[in-house]
Nanobody, 122 residues
Framework: QVRLVESGGDLMQPGGSLRLSCASS????????MAWYRQAPGKQREFVAS???????NYADSVKGRFTISRHNAKNTVYLQLDSLKPEDTAVYYC????????????????WGQGTQVTVSS
């Protein structure tokens, strides 16, 4: 059973910084990448950042230069550093394990955490 648990969300002022964590548990034979998504009230869930097993990163234009995704493989944890926060960053942030295979030959699936709330307000 694969489980992802996000943490670190908080109420912040504009310009502040925050680090989100996503801890994973359960067996995973292989995985393609880890990613962060967010969903603001009344909006669709949107891509924020991703990191592949090779270390390649990708960011949404709205967060590029402000957010940084990283990982600590030994801890099975991925992080999202949020700097220069803006009110429009307010959302529930979700961790996404991309292309997970529990066993060889199984169909790859995505797994999601429960989300952590980030609120940016003055």
């Amino acid at each position: 059973q694969v489980r992802l648990v996000e943490s670190g969300g908080d109420l912040m002022q504009p310009g502040g910084s925050l680090r989100l964590s996503c801890a994973s548990s359960g067996i995973m034979f292989s995985i393609d990448a880890m990613a962060w998504y967010r969903q603001a009230p009344g909006k669709q869930r949107e891509f924020v950042a991703s990191i592949t097993n090779g270390g390649s990163t990708n960011y949404a234009d709205s967060v590029k230069g402000r957010f940084t995704i990283s990982r600590h493989n030994a801890k099975n944890t991925v992080y999202l550093q949020l700097d220069s926060l803006k009110p429009e960053d307010t959302a529930v942030y979700y961790c996404n394990a991309v292309g997970v295979k529990i066993l060889p030959g199984t169909e790859p699936l995505d797994y999601w955490g429960q989300g952590t709330q980030v609120t940016v307000s003055s």
